[in-house]
């Protein structure tokens, strides 16, 4: 069964902080991999998505693939209040459309 | 703006009762997932249709759970009867493809008394 794994945390930074989100999958013929977000009572909402091992930087946010040891991570740099939320990582395996997600880390950005 | 359309948003029901959700997905897209999600399991595949055709519901509950997609634009996820234990949060999710994210719905808050 293919399994995705996160902290629930909650993982509490202090403003201006980098938050570090973590995300392990036990499916090592995993192809994509994404992070969503959701506020609480919203739908989760896509932020970012990578392909290949190493780094994807957008804005604030970076995501980190490291498929040898089978993690993904998600570098959140100068935290805001409005980042509080909860992280899904999701992973989909080649050749399956369906993506896996973990239950998801909640963050906590305090002024 | 393109979106994922859910409804109802909100559905409170008596045990017993039959609920019907609808999603209409994103135009142009063919892939459509539902997953219901709670505190205690998280996000749950129930399932997902390519190209209008059901390829996975494999976490669906058969005896008391349907969905079917009966035109391109509408997606609709049955429960008959309801039970509490089906309270929870469904959301439809719609995209292109195999590659391509998935894009959610602002789900239905269920809630079955």
């Known amino acids: 069964q293919k399994e995705v794994e996160q902290n629930s945390g909650p993982l509490s930074v202090p403003e201006g902080a980098i938050a570090s989100l973590n995300c392990t999958y036990s499916?090592?013929?995993?192809?994509?991999f994404f992070w969503y977000r959701q506020y609480s009572g919203k739908s989760p909402e896509l932020i970012m998505f990578?392909?290949?091992?190493g780094d994807k930087e957008d804005g604030r946010f970076t995501a980190q693939l490291n498929k040898a040891s089978q993690y993904v991570s998600l570098l959140i740099r100068d935290s805001q209040p409005s980042d509080s939320a909860t992280y899904l990582c999701?992973?989909?395996?080649?050749?399956?459309?369906?993506?896996?997600f973990g239950r998801g880390t909640s963050l906590i950005v305090h002024p | 703006d393109a979106r994922v359309t859910q409804t109802p948003r909100d559905k409170v029901t008596e045990m017993g009762q039959e609920v019907t959700m609808r999603c209409q997905p994103i135009?142009?897209?063919?892939?459509v997932f539902w997953y219901r999600q709670t505190m205690m399991q998280g996000l749950e595949l129930l399932a997902y249709?390519?190209?209008?055709?059901?390829?996975?519901d494999s976490g669906m509950p058969k005896d008391r759970f349907s969905a079917e997609m009966p035109d391109a634009t509408l997606a609709t996820l049955k429960i008959q009867p309801s039970e509490p234990r089906d309270s929870a949060v469904y959301f439809c999710?719609?995209?292109?493809?195999?590659?391509?994210?998935?894009?959610f719905g602002q789900g239905t808050r269920l809630t079955v008394v």
């Open positions: 499916d090592r013929g995993s192809q994509s």
């Open positions: 999710a719609s995209g292109y493809g195999g590659e391509t994210e998935a894009f």
């Open positions: 249709f390519r190209n209008r055709a059901p390829l996975d």
């Open positions: 990578i392909y290949s091992n």
């Open positions: 999701a992973v989909r395996s080649g050749g399956s459309y369906i993506p896996t």
């Open positions: 135009l142009g897209h063919n892939t």
